[in-house]
């Protein structure tokens, strides 16, 4: 284990060095939370919560999440795939490392891109007016959580990386998985007002966990069980598809 974690660390600081050079990601990781942020606040601020300050304490702690783990979920696998495509992965496989760490490395370099695009997040809520509402500590332990979760759900990506050949397709799947995972949530409005059917894959959508127990770790609301099935889901996750992720890595040609 603590070799495993010493060369997937090795690989990480080669995946920040190739993002230093071309920081796409991590723009990306930024402008697309943010670009909600601001549509759906002065759009819709207004009829959905009576003002753009009340939307906005309920939306931004969905636009963490979504800038924790699901706008990664459009370059993970991406980035993986490239890599593979180029050959990168083949040198790789001729070093005495674990056959996880390569894998494992890049999504950490992606950990801690969502560190940074976190902090710039909070840093642009912060200028539109959100505050914090409860303690240092349940902030931190929301950032946390989303950052936890952004990491197992990074995963699903990863196999999709390994599995397709072309980096298009990886692109596209990514997307198509991104849409219902990140609208069909409690993103927008509370899952009660929403039409029944949706409002039943809202319920069981572990995006929708992650952003309520994230809105009421930030407001100081009552956090219920959503950090519960936040951790659990998590957990599901990464035991399912790292497994799958790491057997389809050894097996590609």
């Not at 009829?47 to 800038?67: E, N, Q, R, W």
């Not at 783990?69 to 496989?93: A, E, H, P, T, Y």
């Not at 809520?125 to 936890?148: C, E, I, K, T």
């Not at 319920?203 to 407001?219: E, G």
Request: aromatic content about 10%; charged content about 10%; glycine content about 10%.
């Amino acid at each position: 284990m603590p070799a495993l974690l010493r060369h997937s660390l090795v690989l990480a600081g080669r995946s920040l060095t190739k993002s230093a050079r071309n920081p796409g990601a991590l723009v990306n990781g930024v402008v697309t939370p943010t670009l909600f942020l601001l549509l759906f606040v002065y759009l819709f601020g207004g009829s959905v919560a009576g003002s753009t300050d009340a939307y906005l304490d309920y939306l931004f702690p969905g636009i963490v999440v979504m800038g924790a783990g699901l706008s990664g979920l459009l370059s993970s696998g991406l980035s993986i795939n490239i890599d593979m495509r180029k050959g990168v992965f083949d040198r790789f496989r001729s070093l005495p490392i674990a056959r996880s760490a390569p894998l494992l490395g890049s999504l950490l370099a992606d950990l801690v891109r969502y560190v940074v695009a976190v902090a710039l997040l909070f840093g642009i809520g912060y200028l539109m007016g959100f505050r914090v509402q409860s303690d240092p500590g349940s902030a931190l332990a929301a950032v946390a959580l989303a950052l936890a979760f952004g990491f197992c759900l990074s995963w699903v990506t990863v196999l999709l990386g390994v599995l397709v050949r072309d980096e298009n397709a990886v692109m596209g799947f990514a997307f198509l998985a991104v849409i219902p995972l990140m609208l069909g949530t409690s993103l927008a409005a509370p899952v009660d007002t929403l039409p029944g059917w949706l409002g039943t894959w809202a319920n069981v959508n572990p995006v929708s966990h992650a952003m309520d127990a994230a809105r009421a770790l930030l407001t100081g609301t009552p956090v219920g069980d959503s950090v519960t099935w936040t951790l659990g889901w998590s957990a599901a996750i990464l035991a399912v598809f790292c497994p799958l992720a790491v057997a389809a890595y050894g097996r590609r040609r």
